[in-house]
């Protein structure tokens, strides 16, 4: 399964890796993206605009289950970590794709460029949490944001309506 790992959006290029086999129960998404490529260095890794993200990004339009927004050293790992721990979650924790998305969004006054940036992350984080963990994944699938995601809480609530969300 390839998940959705980074975005560039200055040359309109994201990048999807080969997960299938990722547990993800490191403290950080990096950390099993790190793991992964140390046992096989050679998996598939693609790289693909905006148009084919949001082309794969349908197929997974499902809505997060749980969002988790924290404050660094206040126990959101854990917290995600016995939720996962239960097999009915699944969590992606401070996946990069979505620092990077949001930090473009953060970093903008242009309306058609945040708008655009809108629909990347509403696509986005379903494709992010859809494709990963496999098909084995548990039912259930969360992000825990990284601490400084907070900042943007309002706007994530906004695009994400029907997302329950934790705040530690």
């Known amino acids: 399964m390839l998940v959705p ?3 560039e959006l200055g040359p309109d290029r994201f990048t999807l890796l080969d997960l299938a086999d990722a547990t993800l ?6 950390d099993t993206i790190e793991r992964a490529l140390r046992a096989r260095p050679d998996r598939l890794r693609l790289q693909v605009d905006s148009k084919e993200f949001l082309r794969r990004a349908a197929e997974h339009s499902r809505q997060p289950d749980l969002f988790i927004f924290h404050v660094g050293r206040c126990g959101s790992t854990l917290l995600a970590n016995m939720l996962s721990s239960s ?3 699944l969590f992606v924790k401070e996946p990069d794709i979505v620092n ?3 930090a473009a969004r953060l970093g903008t006054s242009d309306r058609v460029t945040k708008d655009q ?4 992350l ?3 984080i379903p494709f992010l949490l859809g494709s990963a963990g496999g098909g084995d994944a548990p039912p259930l699938r969360g992000l825990k944001f990284s601490a400084w995601n907070a900042t943007a809480a309002g706007l994530l609530l906004q695009l994400f309506v029907t997302t329950p ?3 530690v």
């Open 5 to 7: 790992i980074a975005a």
């Open 165 to 167: 969300s934790v705040f």
């Open 87 to 89: 097999g009915h979650y």
């Open 122 to 124: 509403t696509a986005g």
């Open 117 to 120: 940036l809108d629909v990347l």
């Open 25 to 30: 129960r490191e403290p950080f998404l990096s």
């Open 100 to 102: 990077h998305l949001l």
